[in-house]
């Protein structure tokens, strides 16, 4: 290298570096930063310039004693992955190399960073995809294992809702029968792990949904002497939705109401009907909207909890 080049055209090529250049001197004292660097850390070169270089690099961070090691050592330190706190929301992810400086009595030493933030992303979500794929397979696996005993229940629910003359009996048969192609539906869509199917929309009466649901939660109510009081608009319409999506919804929702309920208690199935000009809701003038409400009288959420709901 030709060290005749004027400092300013060094300066010029280091400023121009896409990766983090910050140079320190034998007190480990900020002299130079690019814009680069500015840019990740977000503090300007002129605020930086005479700081130590615990500014930029925390003394208990892994960053800070790799540069102290190297400088102390006099020897180059390149480390492929290294975690960066600069302060600023998470640690970020950096290729960190480390060279010692010496040159007509100078010494100091120039510290390289590369933000492989989005390379580290790009392979954990690599390897989740990966895992992913492991994981349906062995899902698959299970689903149809399952389905074998599935076929047999419906079978036999079937057998002797034939033979029932008794028709609260045989509504249980059919019950089970419902269920039975429910969960087979289930399992099929475990087995193609197909994310992106489309939903098997179709016009519905929301009443048989809830009703259903509260059938299939009826030994756990009864068990804790829990009423259902249900509170219906009946001028809703009919919606339109996927049945068994509903069903495992509301089922869910129902399930942990029974939980949270103390025994004796109400749970209360209310539904409305939202119209278009109801206040400033973010809805679209050309639709109607209905509410469905499962109110139970348990302590409710925890504050805690409360914010990570629905993510």
Same mark, same amino acid.
Do not use: C
């Given at each position: 290298?030709?060290?005749?080049?004027?400092?300013?055209?060094?300066?010029?090529?280091?400023?121009?570096?896409?990766?983090?250049?910050?140079?320190?001197?034998?007190?480990?004292?900020?002299?130079?930063?690019?814009?680069?660097?500015?840019?990740?850390?977000?503090?300007?070169?002129?605020?930086?310039?005479? +700081?130590?270089?615990?500014?930029?690099? =925390?003394?208990?961070?892994?960053? @800070?004693?790799?540069?102290?090691?190297?400088? #102390?050592?006099?020897?180059?330190?390149?480390?492929?992955?290294?975690?960066?706190?600069?302060?600023?929301?998470?640690?970020?992810?950096?290729?960190?190399?480390? #060279?010692?400086?010496? @040159?007509?009595?100078?010494?100091?030493?120039?510290?390289?960073?590369?933000?492989?933030?989005?390379?580290?992303?790009? !392979?954990?979500?690599?390897?989740?995809? !990966?895992?992913?794929?492991?994981?349906?397979?062995?899902?698959?696996?299970?689903? #149809?294992?399952? +389905?074998? =005993?599935?076929?047999?229940?419906?079978?036999?629910? *079937?057998?002797?809702?034939?033979?029932?003359?008794?028709?609260?009996? +045989?509504?249980?048969? !059919?019950?089970?029968?419902? !269920?039975?192609?429910?969960?087979?539906?289930?399992?099929?869509?475990?087995?193609?792990?197909?994310?992106?199917?489309?939903?098997?929309? *179709?016009?519905?009466?929301? @009443?048989?949904?809830?009703?259903?649901?509260?059938?299939?939660?009826?030994?756990?109510?009864?068990?804790?002497?829990?009423?259902?009081?249900?509170?219906?608009?009946?001028?809703?319409? @009919?919606?339109?939705?996927?049945?068994?999506?509903?069903?495992?919804?509301?089922?869910?929702?129902?399930?942990?109401?029974?939980?949270?309920?103390?025994?004796?208690?109400?749970?209360?199935?209310?539904?409305?009907?939202?119209? =278009?000009?109801?206040?400033?809701?973010?809805?679209?003038?050309?639709?109607?909207?209905?509410?469905?409400?499962?109110?139970?009288?348990?302590?409710?959420?925890?504050?805690?909890?409360?914010?990570?709901?629905?993510?």
């Amino acid at each position: 290298m030709d060290m005749n080049v004027p400092s300013d055209k060094f300066e010029a090529i280091l400023w121009s570096f896409t990766d983090a250049v910050v140079i320190l001197d034998s007190e480990s004292r900020i002299e130079w930063v690019n814009t680069s660097a500015e840019q990740l850390f977000g503090i300007s070169a002129k605020q930086l310039m005479g +700081k130590d270089a615990a500014t930029l690099f =925390p003394k208990d961070g892994q960053v @800070y004693s790799e540069v102290k090691r190297s400088a #102390h050592n006099g020897v180059t330190l390149i480390d492929h992955d290294a975690l960066l706190d600069t302060g600023k929301n998470d640690p970020v992810s950096v290729a960190l190399s480390v #060279h010692p400086v010496e @040159y007509d009595g100078y010494k100091g030493a120039a510290v390289v960073l590369r933000n492989i933030s989005r390379l580290k992303a790009l !392979e954990n979500s690599m390897k989740l995809h !990966e895992r992913v794929s492991e994981i349906a397979v062995l899902a698959a696996g299970i689903a #149809h294992e399952i +389905k074998n =005993p599935l076929s047999g229940v419906r079978g036999s629910a *079937q057998l002797l809702g034939a033979e029932l003359t008794d028709e609260t009996k +045989k509504n249980y048969t !059919e019950l089970i029968i419902r !269920e039975s192609d429910r969960i087979d539906r289930l399992l099929v869509n475990l087995i193609k792990l197909d994310q992106s199917a489309s939903f098997d929309k *179709q016009e519905l009466n929301i @009443y048989t949904v809830l009703d259903e649901v509260a059938s299939l939660l009826r030994p756990a109510l009864d068990e804790k002497q829990i009423t259902i009081e249900r509170i219906f608009d009946p001028s809703l319409p @009919y919606i339109i939705g996927e049945r068994d999506r509903l069903v495992q919804v509301f089922l869910n929702l129902l399930k942990n109401a029974v939980e949270a309920s103390g025994e004796g208690s109400t749970i209360i199935m209310k539904t409305s009907l939202l119209l =278009p000009s109801f206040g400033s809701a973010p809805i679209k003038k050309e639709r109607k909207y209905v509410i469905i409400e499962l109110i139970d009288e348990g302590p409710g959420i925890n504050e805690d909890i409360r914010p990570y709901l629905f993510t």
